[in-house]
């Protein structure tokens, strides 16, 4: 039986993981901002199996609150196997272009909050001398895109904080994986018009907790986005500037 931490609990991809380690019987703790939603999804973990099922309110862009939501989890729990941290907002690219503003709550939101909590946890990690903190980022922060840049520069810095992390914590034997989902059929991107690239939420969840089982260190999902991206990786920068991609 895992201990589990889900920040952004409430979120598509979220919800679909929980569902698979209740099945498992495993002992899931959710941090996330609608208590409503928090309180029907405790009912439906706990009839699917799960060890046990505690919560508590966070705001991610509430920085301060960020060390006391840690400490009542790894109160709650004992300790902690799997953190998986799942928030993140999509901003409205045009309009963030010309207002800073949003910039700056998109990257406290995708990026900032996620090393803050991430620092506060590695402590935690460091102390038990095992774990695994798995962060969903984005295959948008693998490159620049015109698109959607200022996203996909947020995700790019976790991601690349990611790495530097894994190498400090692997003495410690914790493991840091970062996940990287293509487009995905959730409430945030409802507006958005679908194609077959598209993939539900649960299949992306069940490759999840495969590659995390796996030992993955970079979990595409679906695994067909690691040769999407690497095609736009090798576009030159000549050609790739006048793509609207």
Not at 20 to 34: F, G, M, S, V, W
Not at 82 to 89: M, Q
Not at 181 to 201: C, E, R, S
């Amino acid at each position: 039986m895992q201990t589990i931490l889900i920040i952004g609990a409430n979120s598509a991809i979220a919800k679909a993981l929980a569902r698979i380690y209740a099945e498992r019987q495993d002992r899931i703790y959710l941090l996330a901002r609608n208590e409503t939603a928090l309180q029907e999804q405790k009912k439906d973990l706990e009839v699917r199996g799960a060890g046990s099922v505690d919560f508590a309110l966070l705001d991610v862009n509430d920085f301060e609150l960020h060390q006391q939501a840690i400490a009542q989890a790894v109160q709650t729990l004992g300790k902690i196997d799997l953190v998986l941290i799942c928030h993140g907002s999509l901003p409205d690219q045009t309009r963030a272009e010309h207002d800073f503003e949003q910039i700056q709550h998109e990257f406290n939101t995708n990026a900032l909050s996620v090393i803050s909590l991430l620092t506060i946890l590695s402590e935690q990690m460091i102390k038990q001398e095992h774990g695994c903190l798995a962060v969903i980022t984005s295959v948008a922060g693998d490159r620049g895109r015109q698109s959607n840049y200022i996203y996909g520069s947020a995700k790019s810095a976790v991601s690349h904080y990611l790495a530097g992390l894994r190498g400090a914590l692997h003495p410690h034997h914790v493991h840091v994986i970062d996940i990287k989902p293509g487009f995905v059929d959730t409430p945030m991107t409802q507006n958005i018009k679908k194609g077959f690239l598209w993939a539900q939420p649960e299949a992306v969840a069940q490759s999840i907790v495969k590659g995390i089982s796996a030992g993955r260190n970079t979990i595409y999902v679906p695994g067909f986005w690691r040769y999407i991206m690497l095609i736009i990786g090798s576009i030159p920068e000549a050609l790739f500037k006048r793509l609207k991609l």
